[in-house]
């Protein structure tokens, strides 16, 4: 607790009048007739339009400095006043802190000069001394007798009391009360029997709240009177007549149930009861709360400005619950306003909150908070106004909350009128005299679904929105039939309803008729569930049918609700429960009719299984066969992906290790075979060891095996531990030491074992490298192959750790080797041992020219390659320089075909020139593409294709330019040919004579062994 306070020097005082006479007043700026009106009205407006959110104004901690700093005059000295401003007021924190530079001292020390304080730029209209000031005297404090424990709880009760009518009090009524209130803080605390007492802390807890409040409203009063009320802060903690420091106040009101007041006038007209509830009242069970015969419930969504952090924790889900449980709802919004611009803030933080929902009741403003009673009457009418304006410019019906004491001294403004009243009053009865349409009778109401106390409230006549309109309608607008609770659509409601208009009953979805729908559905009011068939109720069903996740009997269109056990229904033998089918349950049940039990599987009888079956209710295994429990066998048998041992239908835990079960050695584990199990296990019967393999024995095993408890690997021949072998052995694709049976973890690199060098990489062979090692021992480098040095190998090879390749022969890497090497089907370049990354292009190496390609021979290419260095073109055939070569080669970059002659392109050639079979003509050395059909080329006619001559080609070729037909053989035309010769794309035979065709020739011609009749040239007939 603080100290008492110190009262500011009379300078501070001045100072501070002096710099407020700078700045207008709440009444004077916020609340000028004229220009709060307009204010409204535009903001209506504004509204109406959907224009964007206002940007949010940041609440600063340090309000804004005033227009003008102005040099202070030097105190002098003058009477305290009642209430001294200091820095930290005009910040109006919750727990207002002592002045910086006014410390309290229990002795006050004697000043021999007052400073002047120096100019300050001070929070809005109050400049406040950066340094204050020491008071050139001040009084002793007073000493507080001490009190007996009953004495300090009885005054700290009465200032309790005291402090619920703060609002009502003056600024040196509340400074009064503070100093009372700091005095019993400071005063030692009484104890009993040495102890602390409870209640005594309670009490104080209780004061300081009290304190809280009051600073609260102390500030509000300073904020007004020096023109900074935009400036207080929202903590979110409540401040009225209810609350302090957001705690609630106790009430003398006895607690409520459910029922209303008994013998209470007001209750015995037509009315309804209800809750209103915020994130005080935690997660609530709304379905819980609708059990309980709630009407309906006011739902508070936030507090203050238009912050998220001010949105009520609680508003999104209680609004959506009470729309999905069709539970009528109203709204209310706490207020912190005192000036018209926190009232437009606020409107528009409600409007924010509201936008998806759709409460059927209206939007109540609670006003309530202490610190408004600054504003006056007519500065809380126009504070209601703005928001019941905003709020009901978006269609919404609004109203306003307010004790008895508000609504009878403060809340008396004509406009009032205009929206529903909501009057707090927790007594028997309301004593309001005016309207009201809803009374908040009680803080202390206990309702299912809510933990702690709530506020009850009765709505006096019909609630708005309710018309009448229930049960299935046609809604001629939308062309579909809704289900209606008073007057709208019921989204919340699921089942069967009748339709009074035919007499049928229909399923509804979400207050909706649903066609599509067959199924059981509930029928709300008696609990019971009928069969649907494609969105109507069939009476004429009998069989089984599904709710949701639940599957029934239905006899004659309703749900009968079968006893527990096994029932034969609809063909089909079903475990029951609690009239639905158990399909939860697979196991055994017994069925006392034959005295036999049988396995189900999800609540149906499983006559195709055969296995262990659980029987739940013992925990016990037994085996079935063809779904029936069989009492006589004995062997192994499967539950799941488990195996265990069966005697006479039971199954029998087996103690863990190996066990000789049913002709096979198994290793078990808690009572099942350990089938994820897979090493050597020990036998002490006979003290050997033996490889199991997915928990059974494995005699065929011959290998390294696990010893799972250390980590250890054992041999194993023929399924047992051999101690006596030493040598390599493997473990899957792991190879490694063995010594007297136990595996050897052998040291990274090269390792002699068992008469072969091996790379050992972390204890096992290293199968994957390939590739050059170091020995230290004798400083070479040998090739290692699949992890196993190897002799034979001559060639290159890599150096993984760094990139390289190395010269190998014969295992060793040869340093002194210069020349070409090959490392698989690459070639390279070698200079003392190390392979050199030759460039791109011919390069003559070991005194021949190669066509070198990212460091390797290019081994893939054949074609013509230039060469910058002498301006020519040669051949390479298979990345290396042919010099033999003449022909057609390709430039492979390009896709076309030069001349080559001994090696070299020969730009001189023109002629005909071979590539492969293929035959073409070039010029200047370059290739040309001849068109289709006969072309006299280097003095032969040749028949052409696609650029080639077509040397698979031997018949009569015709020639447009001279309108002739001439003989070609294998792509040449041939003139000393005479007989017949086909035309290929006919078939048709013709008589050529000195290889032209001759339409004159008529006789019979001998080709290929036949006889051919020719008329005019062309065989018409085969005579012989």
């Not at 021999?112 to 001040?138: L, Q, W």
Request: hydrophobic share 30%; aromatic share 14%.
């Amino acid at each position: 607790m603080q100290q008492k306070r110190k009262k500011c020097l009379a300078a501070v005082l001045s100072a501070v009048l002096v710099a407020s006479m700078l700045m207008n007043t709440f009444a004077v700026s916020v609340f000028a007739q004229d220009d709060r009106d307009a204010l409204a009205e535009q903001i209506v407006a504004e509204l109406q339009q959907e224009e964007s959110e206002q940007e949010q104004p940041q609440v600063s901690e340090t309000p804004s400095a005033p227009p003008e700093a102005t040099e202070l005059p030097e105190a002098v000295a003058t009477p305290e006043p009642t209430q001294a401003p200091s820095p930290e007021a005009s910040q109006a924190p919750a727990e207002t802190p002592e002045p910086t530079g006014t410390p309290v001292p229990t002795a006050t020390p004697e000043v021999t000069a007052t400073p002047a304080p120096t100019a300050s730029s001070a929070p809005s209209a109050t400049p406040v001394p950066t340094v204050s000031p020491e008071p050139t005297e001040s009084p002793e404090p007073t000493a507080v007798p001490e009190l007996s424990l009953e004495e300090q709880k009885d005054q700290i009760r009465e200032l309790l009391e005291k402090s619920t009518s703060m609002a009502m009090m003056s600024e040196e009524e509340l400074e009064e009360a503070l100093e009372e209130i700091d005095a019993i803080a400071s005063a030692p605390m009484a104890m009993t029997a040495g102890e602390q007492d409870d209640e005594l802390l309670d009490l104080l807890d209780q004061l300081e709240n009290a304190r809280v409040a009051m600073e609260d409203m102390r500030t509000a009063w300073q904020a007004k009177r020096e023109g900074w009320l935009d400036q207080l802060p929202q903590t979110g903690k409540e401040n009225s007549w209810r609350y302090q420091n957001g705690e609630r106040l106790e009430s003398d009101v006895p607690e409520a149930l459910m029922d209303l007041p008994d013998g209470v006038s007001t209750f015995s007209v037509k009315g309804y009861w209800g809750i209103d509830v915020s994130h005080h009242q935690g997660v609530i069970d709304w379905e819980a709360v609708k059990a309980a015969g709630v009407d309906f419930a006011i739902i508070r969504c936030g507090f203050g400005m238009d912050l998220p952090e001010q949105d009520d924790k609680q508003w999104s889900r209680n609004a959506s619950e009470c729309e999905r449980l069709g539970i009528p709802y109203g709204v209310y919004f706490y207020s912190y306003a005192v000036t018209a611009e926190m009232a437009v803030e606020e409107g528009a933080h409600a409007v924010r909150l509201l936008q998806g929902y759709d409460p059927d009741l209206p939007v109540f403003y609670d006003m309530e908070e202490n610190r408004q009673l600054v504003v006056g009457n007519s500065g809380l009418a126009e504070i209601a106004r703005i928001f019941c304006d905003i709020v009901s410019s978006k269609g919404y019906e609004v109203g306003v909350y307010a004790s008895l004491n508000w609504w009878e001294y403060y809340l008396t403004d004509a406009v009032f009128e205009n929206w529903y009243r909501w009057v707090a009053e927790w007594r028997p009865s309301c004593s309001y005299n005016g309207r009201y349409e809803m009374w908040q009778y009680t803080s202390e109401g206990s309702v299912n679904g809510i933990s702690g106390n709530v506020d009850m409230n009765y709505w006096y006549g019909d609630l708005p929105g309710n018309d009448g309109l229930n049960g299935l309608h046609f809604d001629q607008t939308a062309k579909k039939w809704y289900y209606y609770k008073n007057g709208k659509i019921d989204k919340t409601y699921t089942g069967v309803t009748l339709n009074s208009a035919n007499g049928n009953w229909y399923y509804v979805k979400n207050g909706e008729l649903d066609r599509s729908y067959t199924g059981l559905a509930p029928r709300v009011e008696n609990g019971d569930y009928c069969y649907v068939k494609k969105g109507m109720v069939d009476w004429s069903y009998t069989g089984m049918a599904s709710y949701g996740n639940k599957q029934g009997y239905v006899k004659n269109g309703i749900y009968q609700k079968t006893p527990d056990g096994l029932n034969y229904l609809d063909g089909v033998w079903y475990k029951m429960r609690n009239g639905w089918v158990d399909s939860g349950y697979t196991g055994v049940v017994y069925r006392a009719a034959n005295n036999n039990w049988y396995y189900v599987k999800n609540g149906e009888l499983d006559w195709n299984y055969t296995g262990l079956a659980l029987r739940v209710e013992t925990g016990d295994y037994y085996y079935v066969k063809d779904g029936v429990l069989d009492w006589g066998y004995t062997g192994m048998a499967f539950y799941g992906n488990k195996q265990g041992y069966v005697k006479n239908g039971a199954y029998q835990k087996i103690p863990d290790g190996l066990n000789y079960l049913d002709g096979v050695w198994y290793k078990m584990r808690n009572g099942w075979v350990d089938s994820g199990y897979t090493g050597v296990v020990y036998r002490p019967a006979n003290n050997n060891w033996y490889y199991v393999k997915n928990g059974v024995l494995d005699r065929s095993y011959t290998g390294l095996a696990p010893r799972v408890e250390n980590g250890d690997y054992c041999y194993v021949k023929k399924g047992m531990v051999d101690w006596s072998y030493t040598g390599m052995a493997s473990y899957g694709n792991k190879q490694g030491y063995v010594k007297n049976g136990i595996y050897q973890k052998t040291p990274d690199g090269l390792n002699y074992l068992n008469g072969v060098w091996y790379k050992m990489s972390n204890g096992w062979v290293d199968s994957s490298y390939t590739g050059v090692v170091y020995r230290p021992a004798n400083g070479n480098w040998y090739y290692v192959k699949n992890g196993e040095l190897e002799w034979n190998y001559t060639g290159l090879a890599p150096r993984v750790e760094n990139g390289d390749y190395c010269y190998v022969k014969k295992g060793m890497v040869d340093w002194s080797y210069t020349g070409m090497a090959s490392y698989g089907n690459n070639q390279g370049y070698v200079k003392n041992g190390i392979y050199q990354k030759t460039p791109d292009g011919l390069n003559y190496l070991n005194s021949v020219w190669y066509k070198m390609r990212n460091g390797w021979v290019d081994s893939g290419y054949t074609g013509v390659v230039y060469r910058a260095a002498n301006n020519n073109w040669y051949y390479v055939k298979n990345g290396e320089l042919d010099w033999n070569y003449t022909g057609l080669a390709l430039r492979v970059e390009t896709g076309d075909w030069y001349y080559v002659k001994d090696g070299v392109l020969d730009w001189g050639y023109t002629g005909m020139a071979f590539y492969g079979n293929k035959q073409g003509y070039v010029k200047n050395g370059a290739y040309q593409k001849i068109p289709d059909g006969l072309n006299y080329l280097d003095g032969v006619w040749y028949k052409m294709r696609n650029g080639w001559v077509d040397s698979g080609y031997t018949g009569v070729v015709y020639r447009p330019a001279n309108n002739n037909w001439y003989y070609v053989k294998n792509g040449v035309l041939d003139w000393s040919y005479t007989g017949l010769a086909p035309r290929v794309d006919t078939g048709d035979y013709y008589y050529v004579k000195d290889g032209i065709l001759d339409w004159t020739f008529s006789g019979q011609v001998e080709y290929n062994g036949q006889i051919h009749l020719v008329e005019n040239g062309r065989s018409v007939q085969i005579v012989g």
